[in-house]
Every structure is written in C-alpha cells, then in structure tokens.
C-alpha cells in the first residue's frame, strides 16, 4: 500500500524567506504526486502535479517542486514567501496502476509580515 | 463554472445518533469522491464512484458507513450510528477524466462533523 509522509508538520517564517517542504512516499511503481494547498477559509486546491516528463515541475503562484525518483522525494519549494502563503500544505501520491490518492498528513505554513 | 457544492457545512450530533452529508460535484465530472479529514491529518479516501458505480471503499467502515450516488451525479454519505471518533470533516470531491490517476481534484469546502 501506499503512503506519504510530510516531515514538518508546521513551519513558521518571515516574507521574503525562502520556502522547502519535505514530502517523501512508499510504492515501488510508477506514480502521479501532487501538492494540494488550503488556504484559511478556503477548500483544498491543486498547487501543481507530476506524472511524467521534467521532474521540476512549475505550479501556481511561484511554486515549484521536484521530483527525485531514487529519493521517492517530491520537496516543494518557493524562493521567496508571502504573507498570502500562509496556508496548509498537502502531498499526495496516486499510483498509475490504480486509482487512489494517498495524502500526507500536511504541514501547516505561517508567514509572518 | 460552478464548484463542487456540499451541505451542510457544519453538523453537531450526540454519539449513536445519524447524520448525513450531501454534495453535488461539479456538472459533467463522473468520478465522485469522499474523504475524511481528522484534525491534526490529511484527506483520508473513504470511497469512489465512478459515475454510479463504486470504484473502491476499501476503508470505508461498512458497519456503520453508507454512500450512494443513484444516479450518477449527487451522492450522499450516511453515518449511522456515529461514534466519537467520527468527528471530522468530511470532503467531496470530483475529477472530469476518470482511471488516468494524474487528474486534477475538485474539492468542495466539507461538511464538518462534531460527535458529541
């Protein structure tokens, strides 16, 4: 079965600072990985995804994430945080032979002014 | 375009009492999804429809939780009769195109469930 673990479970830093959170996962196949984000207030909404092809993918808002296999790492990364970042940060993994997304337990992301 | 509408958006009940949550994905999607959030963890799926048919519950816990989607669109998920440990939100969701495993979901705001 799959999982996916999330180091950091809050994270707490000042604008302009730069930004990696840590997501690692357990399956031997092939997988899809994502990183959901939920703003307060708001509903979870895709940041950015991978499934095949450059494993540095580019998602909204600044963010980005890579894909390092022999890792079964997808660290998501922002050079520079706004306090508009502050949210809750969730990796997910769906393995292509199947169909079900596993979520990590989500880091909890607080940018201070 | 019109999201994923779920209701009610908050429920309080006493422990072995029933409960049930309604969502309406979004117009068109055939893949229905409903997850549970503890405090504290991330989304945990609890079953899939792909248009009225279940694709996988295998941690729904059938004694005492029920989903439907008759006809392929709106679906409701049941509790009865709840338990403590049943305080959560519980999450719809929808995705346009189906088996792939790289599609995008569309999450609705959740129904938050506190048992008292």
């Known amino acids: 079965a799959q999982s996916v673990s999330q180091h950091n479970h809050h994270v707490i830093l000042s604008e302009a600072a730069s930004l990696e959170l840590g997501c690692n996962y357990s399956y031997g196949g092939t997988v899809n990985l994502f990183w959901y984000v939920q703003y307060p207030g708001q509903h979870l909404q895709l940041l950015l995804k991978?499934?095949?092809?450059?494993?540095l993918v580019k998602g909204i808002k600044g963010f980005e994430a890579e894909f390092i296999k022999s890792k079964f790492s997808f660290n998501l990364r922002k050079p520079s945080v706004q306090w508009s970042d502050t949210a809750e940060y969730f990796c997910?993994?769906?393995?292509?032979?199947?169909?079900?997304?596993?979520f990590g337990g989500g880091t909890r992301v607080l940018v201070k002014p | 375009e019109a999201g994923v509408a779920q209701s009610p958006r908050y429920k309080i009940i006493e422990k072995r009492q029933s409960v049930a949550f309604w969502c309406n994905p979004i117009?068109?999607?055939?893949?229905l999804y409903w997850y549970q959030q503890i405090l504290g963890q991330g989304p945990k799926l609890l079953i899939q429809f792909q248009n009225n048919g279940v694709v996988d519950d295998s941690q729904l816990p059938k004694d005492r939780f029920s989903a439907e989607r008759l006809k392929g669109v709106d679906s409701t998920l049941k509790i009865q009769p709840a338990k403590l440990e049943d305080s959560a939100v519980y999450l719809c969701?929808?995705?346009?195109?189906?088996?792939?495993?790289?599609?995008?979901?569309?999450f609705g705001s959740g129904t938050q469930l506190s048992v008292l």
């Open positions: 117009s068109g999607h055939a893949t």
């Open positions: 997910a993994v769906n393995a292509t032979a199947g169909n079900k997304l596993t």
């Open positions: 991978y499934f095949s092809g450059d494993p």
């Open positions: 969701a929808s995705s346009a195109h189906p088996g792939q495993g790289n599609e995008k979901l569309f």
